[in-house]
T-cell receptor, first 115, second 113 residues
């Protein structure tokens, strides 16, 4: 049981390049999330997926797109990377699919540098 | 706007002493609170949670206290160990949301040997 896994661990991009961050969970959780964490700050929600087939915007969605590929996988795409997107990206999952508030469990993060 | 903040950015304690990390939240409608521990290079790790119908909850060596009157949350760590050194975040979920986890900026806990 690996929990939440993310790939890649590190990535360097040039401005304008695109890339997809991958996330998978093996806990049979319904909800999945993407956050970004900037230095010295807490995490901010980019997008979330309450259940398979649904996605919704979080606090800072601009410049990102997501895909809930299946119940296990939730990907984050940067279509045209900008230096302001340099950050550490965390994926998380939780059991609930609506109504109940459950703890979110986090992956190890992807460190992205945009030059 | 909604926000969760921490009083002390860095807390240094002697090994074996108790640690208290504080957090103030501004959204009085929040009804679920979580403390996370984040070690360098890792994702946040769940420590303990508390719902707004409680004022205290205990775990293994940790206790969370919730004071809704003054919108204050604290994490107490008993007999602090070197392995407790990390950044600690409080987070809240507003009552009108099941998913919107709002994080504070974090407190770094340093444990002196």
């Amino acid at each position: 049981n690996a929990g939440v896994t993310q790939t890649p661990k590190f990535q360097v991009l040039k401005t304008g390049q695109s890339m997809t961050l991958q996330c998978a969970q093996d806990m049979n959780h319904n909800s999945m999330y993407w956050y970004r964490q900037d230095p010295g700050m807490g995490l901010r929600l980019i997008y979330y997926s309450a259940s398979e087939g649904t996605t919704d915007k979080g606090e800072v969605p601009n410049g990102y797109n997501v895909s809930r590929l299946n119940k296990r996988e939730f990907s984050l795409r940067l279509e045209s990377a900008a230096p302001s997107q340099t950050s550490v990206y965390f994926c998380a999952s939780s059991k609930s699919s609506g109504g109940g508030k459950e703890t979110q469990y986090f992956g190890p993060g992807t460190r992205l540098l945009v030059l | 706007g909604e926000s969760v903040g921490l009083h002390l950015p860095t807390l240094s304690v002697q090994e074996g002493d108790n640690s208290i990390i504080n957090c103030a939240y501004s959204n009085s409608a929040s009804d679920y609170f979580i403390w996370y521990k984040q070690e360098s290079g890792k994702g946040p790790q769940f420590i303990i949670d508390i719902r707004s119908n409680m004022d205290k909850r205990q775990g293994q060596r940790v206790t969370v206290l919730l004071n809704k009157t003054v919108k204050h949350l604290s994490l107490q760590i008993a007999a602090t160990q070197p392995g407790d050194s990390a950044v600690y975040f409080c987070a809240e979920i507003p009552k009108d949301s099941s998913y919107k986890l709002i994080f504070g900026s974090g407190t770094r806990l340093l444990v002196r040997p």
